[in-house]
């Protein structure tokens, strides 16, 4: 059975950070392109940042500069650094595995407001 379970979202001011984690299980993570979406109110589930299995980084324009992306294959986590956050960033964000076949995990909230 495969899970991917995202953590680190919450409440944040403007300016501020914080750090996504997606721990997979039931998949060789190393296999698998991994990549952070988000879906705010109203609108479509839209890319943020993805990581090869070999490591190669893809942004949004939206959050270059701003997020980095990573992973850790021994620990089957990846990550999602978010800095100088906006409140546009505000969403619910899901980490997706991507091979043959894809999975999502359930979503982790982000707000960003003062």
């Known amino acids: 059975q495969v899970q991917l379970v995202e953590s680190g979202g919450g409440l944040v001011q403007p300016g501020g950070s914080l750090r996504l984690s997606c721990t997979a299980s039931?998949?060789?993570?190393?296999?698998?392109?991994m990549g952070w979406y988000r879906q705010a109110p109203g609108k479509q589930r839209e890319l943020v940042a993805t990581i090869t299995s070999g490591a190669i980084t893809n942004y949004a324009d939206s959050v270059k500069g701003r997020f980095t992306i990573s992973r850790d294959n021994a620990k089957k986590t990846n990550y999602l650094q978010m800095n100088s956050l906006k409140p546009d960033d505000t969403a619910v964000y899901y980490c997706?595995?991507?091979?043959?076949?894809?999975?999502w995990g359930q979503g982790t909230q982000v707000t960003v407001s003062s």
């Open positions: 997706r595995a991507m091979r043959n076949r894809d999975y």
């Open positions: 039931g998949i060789i993570f190393s296999f698998y392109d």
